[in-house]
């Protein structure tokens, strides 16, 4: 291993070595069983598919903490009692995870790297130190950072949202804070830069202009972009869906609400979509349903890999470990040419109950595993002929012929009646799903050489 395992003179992970590509036969539940990174898989390695990316706040910044008591976790780098040892503490304590884990990128939110100070400017100090201090981790590990935020929806300043709070004062500190995730995204290479809109919508409808606020959002993105330009930054601005919470509507609904917003306001050409699992089922949609969508439009730019709980309607945000949410998701990414320079970010944690150290690492390989199995098993159902020719031949009546005249624009609603007009009852065409699902259970099943 060519990466340094851990960083400056405490090991928050003893115990814990490297985490290795075993293969399946392996019991080890610290080793991979499918994921290995330079297995070459349609013509790139794994490593080179899945781009995989550890959150910061879920895995460092979270105790455990949920509306009924505290958290259950008292992590060694959480403990010091000043903020900013706390800060280098955390970051020594998560490259080393990262590195272990051997993930080749990670994404932060503002306030999750450094804390927050007391004034717009202490804040940025707090974050412009930590920057360094990542950058100097990031040159000695060989990390990279897929994406930067900021969090503007945990302080009670931003309870009305932040680009679209109704006080204009509001709007300020969120730029701000924008301005500064920016500086920081770029000053560590960032790939990408997300905006996902934590409390942009509204709780209440009669007190709420959302005409006017979602111009305020439309304009404040703008800005943004025209801000990043300006210093360089040349990834991607990435909207992340989400139908609701903590808002009870927010203006970010799903992927084609997003899309919609993005071509109405001209900003198409700068921001694609991060698509998060959860979120797209709290929508009621799947997985794959959004990621098709933002790969339709063009406009799938990166994935929050994580799912929710069939039975629960909130955002568990717990690792992505279905594996048929996987190889769906895959076959939309494959179909689209992949995600670079976006990535699957493990916006993910460990249930309260998992206070193991060694439970971050066991799942989070669970969901590296997953997304592999994921990629092989819908690569092979991809090269099967049988779903590609099926899927042809569904359309085919469009091919030629008035379909294929229809489909050129070529002609109107009148001679679309004459010919409906002297033709029999149309064919019935059996949609043959369990057919496709059968299908795919035999890839899932071993066709494919997982
Ligand atoms: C919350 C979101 C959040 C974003 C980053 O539901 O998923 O974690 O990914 O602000
Ligand atoms: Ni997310
Ligand atoms: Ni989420």
């Known amino acids: 291993m060519s990466r340094k395992v851990f960083i400056g003179d405490t090991e928050y992970f003893p115990g814990i070595s490297q985490i290795e590509y075993e293969g399946p036969e392996s019991d080890n539940p610290l080793a991979f069983k499918s994921y290995d990174p330079n297995r070459v898989v349609a013509g790139k390695t794994m490593e080179e598919h899945l781009r995989f990316a550890v959150c910061y706040w879920h895995t460092f910044c979270a105790s455990g903490a949920d509306p009924f008591g505290p958290g259950t976790r008292n992590h060694a780098w959480a403990r010091a009692a000043d903020a900013m040892d706390r800060s280098?503490?955390?970051?020594?304590?998560?490259?080393?995870?990262?590195t272990k884990l051997n993930v080749p990128f990670w994404?932060?939110?503002?306030?999750?790297l450094a804390s927050e100070g007391a004034s717009v400017a202490e804040s940025e100090n707090n974050l412009k130190a930590m920057v360094d201090?990542?950058?100097?981790?990031?040159?000695?590990?060989?990390?990279?950072?897929?994406?930067?935020?900021?969090?503007?929806?945990?302080?009670?300043?931003?309870?009305?949202?932040?680009?679209?709070?109704?006080?204009?004062?509001?709007?300020?500190?969120?730029?701000?804070?924008?301005?500064?995730?920016?500086?920081?995204?770029?000053?560590?290479?960032?790939?990408?830069?997300?905006?996902?809109?934590?409390?942009?919508?509204?709780?209440?409808?009669?007190?709420?202009?959302?005409?006017?606020?979602?111009?305020?959002?439309?304009?404040?993105?703008?800005?943004?972009?025209?801000?990043?330009?300006s210093i360089g930054f040349e990834g991607t601005f990435l909207i992340e869906p989400k139908p609701m919470e903590p808002m009870k509507h927010q203006y970010d609904f799903d992927a084609q609400t997003v899309i919609g917003f993005l071509r109405h306001h001209?900003?198409?050409?700068?921001?694609?979509?991060?698509?998060?699992?959860?979120?797209?089922?709290?929508?009621?949609?799947?997985?794959?349903?959004?990621?098709?969508?933002?790969?339709?439009?063009?406009?799938?730019?990166?994935?929050?890999?994580?799912?929710?709980?069939?039975?629960?309607?909130?955002?568990?945000?717990?690792?992505?470990?279905?594996?048929?949410?996987?190889?769906?998701?895959?076959?939309?990414?494959?179909?689209?040419?992949?995600?670079?320079?976006?990535?699957?970010?493990?916006?993910?944690?460990?249930?309260?109950?998992?206070?193991?150290?060694?439970?971050?690492f066991i799942a989070h390989i669970g969901g590296m595993d997953s997304f592999a199995r994921g990629l092989v098993i819908a690569d092979s159902i991809r090269s099967d002929p049988r779903l590609s020719d099926m899927?042809?031949?569904r359309y085919a009546s469009f091919d030629s012929g008035d379909g294929k005249r229809f489909?050129?624009?070529?002609?109107?609603?009148?001679?679309l009646r004459d010919i409906a007009a002297a033709s029999a009852e149309p064919t019935q065409l059996s949609g043959k799903q369990e057919l496709v699902e059968n299908l795919i259970n035999d890839h899932m099943a071993g066709r494919a050489a997982t």
């Open 88 to 98: 280098r503490d955390r970051a020594d304590a998560a490259f080393e995870f990262f």
């Open 107 to 112: 994404c932060f939110h503002d306030f999750d």
């Open 133 to 229: 201090l990542a950058k100097e981790r990031q040159a000695e590990t060989g990390m990279r950072l897929l994406w930067g935020t900021a969090n503007m929806f945990s302080n009670p300043r931003f309870m009305n949202g932040a680009s679209t709070n109704p006080n204009f004062e509001v709007v300020t500190w969120a730029a701000a804070q924008v301005k500064a995730a920016l500086d920081a995204t770029v000053e560590l290479g960032g790939e990408s830069y997300v905006f996902w809109g934590g409390r942009e919508g509204y709780v209440c409808l009669q007190n709420t202009d959302t005409r006017r606020e979602l111009e305020h959002m439309a304009t404040f993105l703008e800005k943004a972009r025209d801000y990043g330009r």
């Open 266 to 360: 001209g900003l198409a050409g700068d921001f694609k979509l991060n698509i998060e699992a959860n979120h797209a089922t709290l929508a009621g949609h799947s997985f794959a349903h959004d990621l098709r969508m933002a790969a339709d439009a063009g406009l799938l730019g990166s994935v929050d890999a994580n799912r929710g709980d069939p039975q629960n309607g909130w955002d568990t945000d717990q690792f992505p470990l279905h594996l048929y949410d996987c190889v769906h998701g895959m076959m939309v990414i494959l179909e689209a040419g992949g995600l670079q320079p976006g990535g699957l970010n493990f916006d993910a944690k460990v249930r309260r109950e998992s206070t193991d150290l060694e439970d971050m």
């Open 391 to 393: 899927l042809k031949n």
């Open 407 to 415: 489909e050129d624009g070529e002609l109107g609603l009148a001679e």
